[in-house]
């Protein structure tokens, strides 16, 4: 079964750093494009960034070099650093897996596994 754990989030100051992590376990995760999404109460799941096991990664317009997605196929991890945080950046962060080959899937729609989630809140 496939399972997504996402960790490391938590309260940081504005303009401060900070890196969640996600273990994937239960999948062949080394061809599974992987990606983050967050999510804030009243609001739909966006998209963040993602990253497939092959190229280069790709990111929303709004992370303009302040968000870094990498990953680790051998050790099925996933991270997101995040720098020059502002208080909007204050989220449920969620890590996602898509099985749709290399797409630059933004819509979570498109991600068939979901870990539970981890909160960022930036304060100002």
């Known amino acids: 079964q496939v399972q997504l754990v996402e960790s490391g989030g938590g309260l940081v100051q504005a303009g401060g750093s900070l890196r969640v992590s996600c273990l994937a376990s239960g999948g062949p995760f080394t061809t599974y494009t992987m990606a983050w999404f967050r999510q804030v109460p009243g609001k739909e799941r966006e998209f963040v960034a993602g990253?497939?096991?092959?190229?280069?990664?790709f990111y929303a317009d709004f992370v303009k070099d302040r968000f870094t997605v990498s990953r680790d196929s051998g050790e099925n991890m996933v991270w997101l650093q995040m720098n020059s945080l502002k208080p909007e950046d204050s989220a449920i962060y969620y890590c996602?897996?898509?099985?749709?080959?290399?797409?630059?899937?933004?819509?979570?729609?498109?991600?068939?596994?979901w870990g539970p989630g981890t909160q960022v809140t930036v304060a100002s």
């Open positions: 996602a897996a898509s099985t749709d080959g290399i797409k630059l899937n933004r819509r979570a729609v498109e991600y068939r596994y």
């Open positions: 990253v497939h096991w092959v190229g280069d990664p």
